[in-house]
């Protein structure tokens, strides 16, 4: 499974600024995905985001570990074509900060799923380094 930025904008609604995957590199739909986000120093929260010293704000890097899983999800046949909300997170735990020049690896696998529910655990990489773990529960809606 891979899918360029235009692919992914047909599964995902997320558009810039918002839209925090640009490139899903592996994955079996319904399963799991794995996407990157290179991380530019003109991203526009950078502008307010503590200004001078340029971090990614943790709740952007859940949200893109969640826009991934949910291609994850979105691609399950019976999904095709509805979108994917948060339902939660858990236990998510910040290791390392991201900067602009940052590749960030983000993976997500399906853990399990009740009818329109789906449960995964996410991680986010830049390299080989650990930066972001979660729990992240998805809610599939029309």
Request: with cysteine; aromatic share 10%; net charge neutral.
């Amino acid at each position: 499974m891979e899918y360029n930025i235009n692919e992914i904008e047909k599964i995902i609604p997320h558009r810039y600024p918002f839209l925090l995957v640009d490139k899903i590199i592996d994955g079996k739909e319904g399963e799991w995905a794995k996407g990157i986000k290179c991380v530019t120093a003109n991203e526009p929260f950078f502008q307010g985001h503590f200004p001078g010293y340029k971090v990614m704000p943790g709740v952007l890097i859940i949200e893109a570990l969640a826009q991934v899983g949910a291609v994850a999800l979105l691609t399950i046949d019976e999904f095709k074509g509805k979108i994917a909300l948060f339902g939660g997170i858990k236990k998510a735990k910040f290791k390392r900060q991201i900067i602009p020049g940052d590749v960030l690896e983000l993976e997500c696998r399906l853990t399990k799923r009740r009818g329109n529910v789906g449960f995964g655990e996410a991680i986010a990489k830049v390299g080989e380094e650990l930066a972001v773990t979660a729990e992240l529960t998805f809610f599939i809606s029309e």
